[in-house]
């Protein structure tokens, strides 16, 4: 069965950075699309963009460029997601969830891992 | 790049009908058919429930329906039962990029 399993939750300090990752299992990792959305406490999704599992290319949402790197390493079938120089406001749970559509991208995600909480606190 | 549009807030009685809207513009909603709609549970990860505007994933109960007119999409849910209670997001390509709607509370009274 498909399983989007994610690392744990953080506790970070302004500034600091934090790598967090998605372990896909059970399908072709490269045959799907992956994405990333964030969700702020108490507050709605918000698509951050996504990254090209064959290529490696990322794609970066508006608001989501520069401190936030999209990443892969296929030979484990892993995603991954950094953010550096972290705000408090970077405060939320990230999301990956995998394109339902292979070999293409239609942007609907049929599978979520089960969210990392990023927290920034001084 | 907005936010789509969503009541903040819906709800009914067990076994009557909702329908949450989620009004976007020609350049997302309206101009493509990557309408999607997602139920989260508190402390859950959102699941998909309709792709592609009116599709069912496998194992989505019928009672939920995804349709589109215009600009604005809509989710109804018939026959409500309890653990129907959840956010609800509309969500829609937007040429290059993606939109979620500001979700939606339904209570089940």
């Known amino acids: 069965q498909v399983q989007l399993v994610q690392s744990g939750s953080e506790l970070k300090k302004p500034g600091a950075s934090v790598k967090v990752s998605c372990k896909a299992s059970g399908y072709t990792f490269t045959s799907y699309a992956m994405n990333w959305v964030r969700q702020a406490p108490g507050q709605g999704l918000e698509w951050m963009g996504w990254?090209?599992?064959?290529?490696?290319?990322?794609t970066y949402a508006q608001g989501f460029t520069g401190r936030f790197v999209f990443s892969l390493d296929t030979s484990v079938s892993t995603a991954y997601l950094q953010i550096s120089s972290l705000k408090a406001e970077d405060t939320a749970v990230y999301y990956c969830?995998?394109?339902?559509?292979?070999?293409?991208?239609?942007?609907?995600?049929?599978?979520w891992g089960q969210g990392t909480l990023v927290t920034v606190s001084s | 790049q907005s936010a789509l549009t969503q009541p903040r807030s819906v709800s009914g009685s067990p076994g009557q009908s909702v329908t949450i809207s989620c009004t976007g513009t020609?350049?997302?909603?309206?101009?493509?058919?990557?309408v999607s709609w997602y139920q989260q549970h508190p402390g859950k990860a959102p699941k998909l429930m309709i792709y592609?505007?009116?599709k069912r994933p496998s194992g989505v109960p019928d009672r939920f329906s995804g349709s589109k007119s215009g600009n604005t999409a809509s989710l109804t849910i018939s026959g409500l039962q309890a653990e129907d209670e959840a956010d609800y997001y509309c969500?829609?390509?937007?040429?290059?990029?993606?939109?979620f709607g500001g979700g939606t509370k339904l209570t089940v009274l």
């Open positions: 990254i090209n599992t064959n290529t490696g290319n990322p």
């Open positions: 592609d505007v009116s």
């Open positions: 969830a995998r394109d339902w559509a292979a070999f293409g991208v239609v942007w609907e995600f049929d599978y």
């Open positions: 969500c829609s390509y937007a040429g290059s990029h993606v939109v």
């Open positions: 020609s350049s997302d909603v309206g101009g493509y058919n990557y």
